[in-house]
């Protein structure tokens, strides 16, 4: 059974720092990883998409890795701003339930004026 | 184009009480899927539905049952609401394309409270 893990739970820190937020997934065979942010309240908005033949994906601050034969994957997130604050979730997409996405718990980031 | 959208935004129900979530998408996704979200888990899958008429359980689907009689709504119901059923509900959708590619659009959320 597919699990994922993210670390840290939560964070904090000033604004404009570089900072990494890491997901791990116990079964390699994914056809993507994805990313989304969460904002209080709110639904979950996409970020980034990695297909599993990929490495990585940029958007913007953002940059997005992916080692599907160790099971991780990186979000790093340059030069972070106050409207970054929100949870990061990392989601894999693999074969069961007709292509369900295994989500982690998140990351709760608040950035710092 | 409002993308995903879910009635209603809150509730409250008494243990025993019925009611029903109505999620509705204006994408013409083929893929629709009820989640449900507790504080420290991530999101888990209840059931979901690959076209009209169709419908299947997911990874939590107990006391929970749904329909999709339009290809646009995906209705998640409780029959006899538990104090355990209290969480936050997503509805998603998605285009079955390439499944490499393939990512989910979600609603605002249902927050459900059972007492």
């Known amino acids: 059974k597919q699990e994922v893990t993210q670390i840290p739970a939560a964070l904090s820190v000033p604004e404009g720092e570089n900072l990494v937020l890491n997901c791990s997934f116990t079964?390699?065979?994914?056809?993507?990883l994805q990313w989304f942010r969460q904002d209080p309240g709110k639904g979950l908005t996409s970020l980034l998409l990695?297909?599993?033949?990929?490495r990585e994906q940029t958007s913007g601050r953002l940059n997005a890795s992916l080692d599907k034969s160790s099971g991780r994957s990186t979000l790093y997130i340059a030069a972070s701003q106050p409207g970054d604050s929100a949870t990061y979730l990392c989601?894999?997409?693999?074969?069961?339930?007709?292509?369900?996405?295994?989500f982690g718990a998140g990351t709760i980031l608040r950035v710092k004026s | 184009n409002a993308g995903v959208t879910q009635t209603p935004k809150f509730r409250v129900l008494k243990t025993g009480q019925s009611m029903t979530l109505l999620c509705a998408q204006d994408?013409?996704?083929?893929?629709m899927y009820w989640y449900r979200q507790d504080p420290g888990m991530g999101l888990r899958l209840i059931h979901y539905?690959?076209?009209?008429?169709?419908?299947a359980k997911g990874e939590v689907p107990d006391g929970y049952n749904v329909s999709r009689l339009k290809k646009q709504n995906f209705l998640l119901g409780l029959e006899s609401a538990a104090p355990s059923q209290t969480s936050v509900y997503f509805c998603?959708?998605?285009?079955?394309?390439?499944?490499?590619?393939?990512?989910?659009?979600f609603g605002p959320g249902t927050r459900l409270t059972v007492l």
């Open positions: 998603a959708s998605s285009y079955p394309g390439s499944v490499f590619t393939d990512t989910q659009y």
């Open positions: 079964d390699s065979a994914i056809y993507n």
């Open positions: 990695i297909q599993s033949s990929q």
């Open positions: 989601a894999v997409l693999g074969m069961e339930y007709g292509n369900k996405l295994v």
């Open positions: 994408m013409n996704h083929e893929y």
């Open positions: 539905s690959v076209g009209e008429g169709t419908t």
